[in-house]
């Protein structure tokens, strides 16, 4: 039984950071899959926002570029998001999930991010 746990999030004012933890286990994904962290805000569907390639290799929505940087620890089984000069707009829960079809059907209970303006 694959386990995703998502921890980090919290409130924080407009202009902040937070730094989102994704950690794994129970199953084979983060040793066979990219990763890579979505989120879902009130009323929207669920988006993904970045991605890391089991080599290594990052990419993210037009959305965070600049502002929010995806790794992983291999050895931890675990993915990280570095959230830098968060916006309101960025309110959402968060989520980790590998990448790749077909889509995931498991999900962890995520974490929320909140930020005020």
């Known amino acids: 039984q694959v386990q995703l746990v998502e921890s980090g999030g919290g409130l924080v004012q407009a202009g902040g950071s937070l730094r989102l933890s994704c950690a794994t286990s129970?199953?084979?994904?983060?040793?066979?899959?990219?990763m890579g962290w979505y989120r879902q805000a009130p009323g929207k569907q669920r988006e993904l926002v970045a991605s890391?390639?089991?080599?290594?290799?990052?990419n993210y929505a037009d959305s965070v570029k600049g502002r929010f940087t995806i790794s992983r620890d291999n050895g931890k089984n675990t993915v990280y998001l570095q959230m830098n000069s968060l916006k309101p707009e960025d309110t959402a829960v968060y989520y980790c999930?590998?990448?790749?079809?077909?889509?995931?059907?498991?999900w962890g209970q995520g974490t929320q991010v909140t930020v005020s303006s």
């Open positions: 129970g199953g084979i994904i983060f040793r066979i899959y990219g």
């Open positions: 890391i390639t089991l080599g290594g290799s990052t």
């Open positions: 999930n590998r990448l790749g079809v077909p889509p995931p059907t498991y």
